[in-house]
């Protein structure tokens, strides 16, 4: 059974903590990629991550970075934690490039930022 | 401009049909999905189709694509109580080395005994 874990599902931290986020699938796949989902916004991609190493920006980079040591794993880390980045984090991933991809999602990680 | 749109609440009687609708924008899309997020969960995938089909079919779930109008729908027969969730529909498309997807708010179904 194909799998995408988060390796905490809640957190509560405080303004200006360093956080991360940490995420692993056990698919071999290259793509990663970190959400952030909130009321009425839906889904907003923060970053994302096509090989090891490598790294793109989403739509909603700033104040978040992100690290891809290993296939299997990426991590999202917010530097100086604040209270506007209090949300669910979801991360995903799916095959490079193939027809009819399926995105995996983790089960989420809601971070409460005091 | 790169927007799906949805409908934001949907309520149904337990047993009715339920249709979720999208619109999308880029015709060049080449995939479209529909998603299901359960409470306090990620996302799972419920069905996808490819842009060159019309209808796809698989037990209780029902896709339309028109392309000519860009609209998707998701039609759930018999909906049950299990099925109250938010369903997000996306595309997906070729962005040079990678795909990209563009989500939609999702709809929050409802499904009242």
């Known amino acids: 059974d194909v799998k995408v874990t988060q390796s905490s599902r809640y957190l509560v931290k405080r303004t200006g903590e360093k956080v991360f986020l940490e995420c692993v699938q056990d698919?071999?796949?290259?793509?990663m990629f970190w959400y952030r989902q909130d009321p009425g916004l839906g889904l907003r991609l923060i970053y994302f991550?096509?090989?090891?190493?490598?790294?793109e920006k989403g739509d909603i980079p700033e104040g978040y970075s992100v690290s891809r040591e290993k296939k299997e794993r990426f991590s999202l880390i917010l530097e100086s934690a604040s209270t506007n980045q209090t949300s669910m984090y979801l991360c995903?991933?799916?095959?490079?490039?193939?027809?009819?991809?399926?995105?995996?999602f983790g089960e989420g990680s809601w971070l409460t930022v005091v | 401009g790169e927007d799906v749109e949805q409908s934001l609440f949907l309520s149904v009687r337990e047993g009715d049909s339920s249709v979720i609708n999208c619109t999308y924008t880029?015709?060049?899309?080449?995939?479209l999905y529909w998603y299901k997020q359960e409470p306090g969960a990620g996302l799972q995938l419920l069905t996808y189709?490819?842009?060159n089909m019309d209808m796809k079919q698989d037990q209780r779930l029902t896709v339309l694509l028109n392309k000519k109008d860009k609209h998707l729908s998701l039609r759930i027969a018999d909906t049950q109580t299990g099925d109250s969730a938010i369903y997000f529909c996306?595309?997906?498309?070729?962005?040079?080395?990678?795909?990209?997807?563009?989500w939609g708010l999702g709809t929050s179904l409802a499904v009242n005994p």
């Open positions: 996306a595309e997906s498309k070729d962005a040079g080395n990678n795909r990209k997807l563009i």
């Open positions: 880029d015709s060049s899309s080449t995939y």
């Open positions: 991550s096509y090989d090891v190493k490598m790294k």
């Open positions: 189709i490819f842009s």
């Open positions: 698919m071999d796949h290259e793509n």
């Open positions: 995903a991933s799916t095959e490079l490039k193939n027809s009819g991809n399926t995105i995996y």
